[in-house]
């Protein structure tokens, strides 16, 4: 069965970067399908932030500008978000799902941006 | 980016009553090539990640209960349960993946009287 799992601080301060991992079982990430983050602000709006596909390539928010960047490891079967210049507003859950339908998600991760 | 706009915001129903709720899209959903409308339902249960319910609108994901129907096409969906259970008490979001950025409506709160 596929299964994704965020894993990463809690806790940013802000200016500094936001960086999460996604490992993945179940299923390689260079076999197909797209590989989400999306997060989900208090409040309960959902936001996608973009992907990278099975090839390696990226699509993203344009509303994040130049701050975000999705990579990968494909030896460990994980990919990575990086979010730079972080404002209290990046203060949300954030998720990893699979494929365009959005069809497998980890169960989410808190990340407060605080001094 | 196309805007996803849901209605109602929250909505209180009774075990067995049937529940209605749209998601109108700002440009139309529909795929051309293979006639299918880019749109997805999903449920978000108190605690949990969101769940996918339903693609190109109308199709259930493998092992979601029939009660669960989504219909429309263009700009114009619905997703109706058709005898709600105290189970499907959640958040259901739509959304569209016709375009990146991928968008989500903001969502119709399913609580159970």
């Known amino acids: 069965d596929v299964q994704l799992q965020e894993s990463g601080p809690g806790l940013v301060k802000p200016s500094q970067s936001l960086s999460l991992t996604c490992s993945v079982t179940?299923?390689?990430?260079?076999?197909?399908?797209?590989w989400n983050w999306i997060r989900q602000f208090p409040g309960n709006k959902l936001e996608w932030m973009g992907y990278?596909?099975?090839?390696?390539?990226?699509n993203y928010n344009p509303s994040l500008k130049n701050r975000i960047s999705i990579t990968r490891d494909t030896s460990k079967n994980q990919f990575f978000l990086k979010l730079n210049s972080v404002t209290t507003e990046d203060t949300a859950t954030y998720y990893c799902?699979?494929?365009?339908?959005?069809?497998?998600w980890g169960q989410g991760t808190l990340v407060t941006v605080s001094a | 980016d196309i805007v996803m706009t849901q209605s109602p915001s929250s909505l209180a129903m009774s075990v067995g009553q049937k529940v209605t709720m749209t998601c109108n899209s700002s440009?139309?959903?529909?795929?051309?090539?293979?006639?299918?409308?880019?749109l997805a339902w999903c449920q978000q249960k108190p605690g949990q990640s969101p769940k996918l319910l339903v693609y190109?609108?109308?199709t259930r994901e493998s092992g979601v209960p029939d009660r669960f129907i989504g219909s429309g096409s263009g700009t114009d969906f619905t997703l109706t349960i058709s005898s709600v259970q105290a189970e499907d008490l959640a958040d259901y979001f739509c959304?569209?993946?016709?375009?990146?950025?991928?968008?989500f409506g903001s969502g119709t709160k399913l609580e159970i009287k």
């Open positions: 959304q569209q993946h016709y375009s990146t950025p991928f968008t």
């Open positions: 190109f609108a109308s």
């Open positions: 179940g299923y390689s990430i260079t076999s197909g399908y797209y």
């Open positions: 440009q139309s959903l529909l795929n051309t090539s293979n006639q299918k409308n880019f």
């Open positions: 990278i596909s099975y090839d390696g390539t990226n």
């Open positions: 799902a699979r494929g365009w339908l959005l069809s497998y």
